[in-house]
């Protein structure tokens, strides 16, 4: 039970069009919007689907970029900016790189968004926008930055790699763990949580094992859509902001490193709030979340060590400034040398060890 005396609930009003072929009805979404020219937005490896998106739309599409970059910098999307002519509305087809690209462009242009997400990140169910520029990744929250409409297509996500599938896995599985020890969380969101875990916990294997399990992809979808939502509702904590370090600081893949580092955040918090972690262990079969994400980690063959994408024991001490340089709010406090010990064992991908962290587990309240 997630029963709390107190809280305070914010729901997400976005409309949700979830099913088999659902990228196909976005047309019915701009007329229900009453859009008339909508820019279609993607990475260059989402430039097909996207391709079909526009085509379908006809003289409603304003054209189709398929610029959208990792952790959106600003340089790409003040490009873009000038040239928006006469589009009244965008439309994102991809992962976080093209939604994060909508939501800069709207924040700036006031325009509409519908989102088509192709991979479980979450972004299109936030009101958050994470922006790079001088490498510093900050993020803001903003309603106007939040999607319109999100279209949930599982035959998009059915052509990830394996690896991404896992990635991008751990990526959504993020949000929901943080979000049940967030500052600000609730009981929905936390039902919301575990049943976004679950769904993941018992998606992603049976997709590994038969890629042609359309129930599969739409459960893994389900479970997206549910931590996205999460996240769109509560604070993150020390999990995220590690992850927006070494993304916008050391230009690290954004879903790998949720992978990599989760567990190794998990198992730093875990100490001092075991409780409200409890649900994870359970949903894992595991003595710990940590440990439970860890070996889920590595049974759906998601990356688990940072040095797999070039970040070395010589960058620890800059992340870790980086990291203290602002201070936000987490369950336990924040230390230097917790923070190395963290990232000491993130670097080599090692088993997380809550013992590790046993001294100063204050809860901050």
């Given at each position: 039970m997630f029963f709390q005396s107190r809280f305070d609930c914010q729901g997400s009003p976005a409309r949700v069009v979830f099913g088999p072929s659902s990228r196909l009805r976005v047309g019915e979404e701009l007329v229900r919007l009453g859009l008339?020219?909508?820019?279609?937005?993607?990475?260059?490896?989402?430039?097909?689907?996207?391709?079909?998106?526009?085509?379908?739309?006809?003289?409603?599409?304003?054209?189709?970029?398929?610029?959208?970059?990792?952790?959106?910098?600003?340089?790409?999307?003040?490009?873009?900016?000038?040239?928006?002519?006469?589009?009244?509305?965008?439309?994102?087809?991809?992962?976080?790189?093209?939604?994060?690209?909508?939501?800069?462009?709207a924040l700036r242009s006031g325009l509409p968004q519908i989102a088509v997400p192709s991979t479980f990140a979450g972004s299109e169910a936030t009101p958050i926008l994470g922006e790079t520029k001088g490498g510093e990744k900050t993020?803001?929250?903003?309603?106007?930055?939040?999607?319109?409409?999100?279209?949930?297509?599982?035959?998009?996500?059915?052509?990830?790699?394996?690896?991404?599938?896992?990635?991008?896995?751990?990526?959504?599985?993020?949000?929901?763990?943080?979000?049940?020890?967030?500052?600000?969380?609730n009981p929905v969101g936390?039902?919301?949580?575990?049943?976004?875990?679950?769904?993941?916990?018992?998606?992603?294997?049976?997709?590994?094992?038969?890629?042609?399990?359309?129930?599969?992809?739409?459960?893994?979808?389900?479970?997206?859509?549910?931590?996205?939502?999460?996240?769109?509702?509560?604070?993150?904590?020390?999990?995220?902001?590690?992850?927006?370090?070494?993304?916008?600081t050391f230009d690290l893949p954004h879903a790998e490193v949720h992978a990599v580092v989760l567990p190794h955040a998990i198992a730093y918090n875990e100490a001092a709030v075991p409780e409200l972690l409890a649900?994870?262990?359970?949903?894992?079969?595991?003595?710990?979340?940590?440990?439970?994400?860890?070996?889920?980690?590595?049974?759906i063959g998601a990356p688990t060590a940072l040095e797999a994408f070039g970040f070395t024991e010589a960058d620890i001490p800059r992340a870790v400034d980086v990291a203290l340089a602002r201070p936000y709010w987490n369950p336990r406090a924040i230390t230097r040398e917790g923070l190395s010990v963290l990232l000491s064992g993130a670097l080599t991908g090692e088993r997380p060890a809550r013992a590790m962290f046993n001294e100063d587990t204050e809860t901050v309240k």
């Open positions: 008339e020219r909508v820019l279609v937005i993607a990475t260059p490896e989402l430039e097909g689907v996207a391709g079909e998106i526009a085509g379908a739309l006809g003289p409603r599409a304003a054209g189709l970029f398929v610029g959208a970059a990792m952790h959106t910098p600003v340089s790409v999307t003040e490009a873009r900016m000038a040239r928006l002519g006469d589009a009244d509305g965008l439309v994102a087809v991809g992962g976080g790189s093209a939604i994060g690209l909508a939501k800069a462009l993020t803001l929250t903003d309603l106007r930055v939040r999607p319109d409409t999100i279209v949930y297509d599982p035959l998009l996500v059915s052509s990830l790699p394996p690896r991404l599938v896992a990635s991008s896995a751990m990526n959504a599985i993020a949000h929901a763990v943080e979000g049940l020890y967030a500052r600000d969380r936390s039902l919301m949580a575990a049943e976004g875990i679950r769904a993941f916990a018992a998606a992603v294997p049976r997709v590994d094992a038969d890629r042609a399990d359309l129930e599969a992809w739409s459960m893994a979808q389900y479970g997206a859509w549910l931590c996205g939502t999460v996240l769109g509702q509560v604070g993150m904590a020390l999990h995220h902001k590690l992850c927006h370090v070494l993304g916008g649900p994870v262990a359970r949903i894992f079969g595991a003595e710990t979340a940590a440990d439970g994400l860890h070996e889920f980690a590595r049974a």
